[in-house]
Antibody, heavy 118, light 108 residues
Framework: EVQLVESGGGLVQPGGSLRLSCAASGFTFSDHYMDWVRQAPGKGLEWVGRSTNKAHSYTTEYAASVHGRFAISRDASEKSLYLQMNSLKSEDTAVYYCVSWISGMGYWGQGTLVTVSS | DIHMTQSPSTLSASVGDRVTITCRAS??????LAWYQQKPGKAPKLLIY???SLESGVPSSFSGSGSGTEFTLTISSLQPDDFATYYCQQYNTDSPYTFGQGTRVEIK
């Protein structure tokens, strides 16, 4: 069974940093693309960024709203995906989900809440 | 980026009604489209993938159709558990996987 468990959310001041983790199990971690998606309170879903798979050298890409501030990485030995968030703004307040793409289907974690506020 | 336009934004319906939600892509995405259901405080739940394939465990009252730029999600007979917000997402290769704005299905 595919499982994704996010952690690392919390309260951070504007301009601060936070690293989110996503622990994956139930599938071959290196074979699949993985995304981060966020949802601000009361708003819709926003794609944040992606890590491709090993075959594509784990390349990353980002939404314009986070490019240059956020960075996605993987630790294959730990089967974990990370989202390093720097220079955080109030508009980054959201629930952050990790998503794994397997056989054309998106599998989602339960999300972790990030609140950016002074 | 591919822009997804979902309509309507809100839909009022009664139990037993047939409901249709539409999603339009700004360029062809073949059949790389998913539909999700989301309830308050919960993660989105996959209903349909590749435009028309029903995820395991999802009631057969849900169906998806379309290809290219026009897609629909149909609920053949609305049940009390179906009142929720629905999102489409395109996942065309090598593009950001953008979402529609969402459709809230509420009790009439």
């Amino acid at each position: 069974e595919v499982q994704l468990v996010e952690s690392g959310g919390g309260l951070v001041q504007p301009g601060g940093s936070l690293r989110l983790s996503c622990a994956a199990s139930g599938f071959t971690f290196s074979d699949h693309y993985m995304d981060w998606v966020r949802q601000a309170p009361g708003k819709g879903l926003e794609w944040v960024g992606r890590s491709t798979n090993k075959a594509h050298s784990y390349t990353t890409e980002y939404a314009a709203s986070v490019h240059g501030r956020f960075a996605i990485s993987r630790d294959a030995s730990e089967k974990s995906l990370y989202l390093q968030m720097n220079s955080l703004k109030s508009e980054d307040t959201a629930v952050y989900y990790c998503v794994s793409w397997i056989s054309g289907m998106g599998y989602w974690g339960q999300g972790t809440l990030v609140t950016v506020s002074s | 980026d591919i822009h997804m336009t979902q309509s309507p934004s809100t839909l009022s319906a009664s139990v037993g009604d047939r409901v249709t939600i539409t999603c339009r892509a700004s360029q062809s995405i073949s059949n790389w489209l998913a539909w999700y259901q989301q309830k308050p405080g919960k993660a989105p739940k996959l209903l349909i993938y590749k435009a028309s394939s029903l995820e395991s465990g999802v009631p057969s009252s849900f169906s998806g159709s379309g290809s290219g730029t026009e897609f629909t999600l149909t609920i053949s007979s609305l049940q009390p558990d179906d009142f929720a917000t629905y999102y489409c997402q395109q996942y065309n290769t090598d593009s950001p996987y953008t979402f529609g704005q969402g459709t809230r299905v509420e009790i009439k």
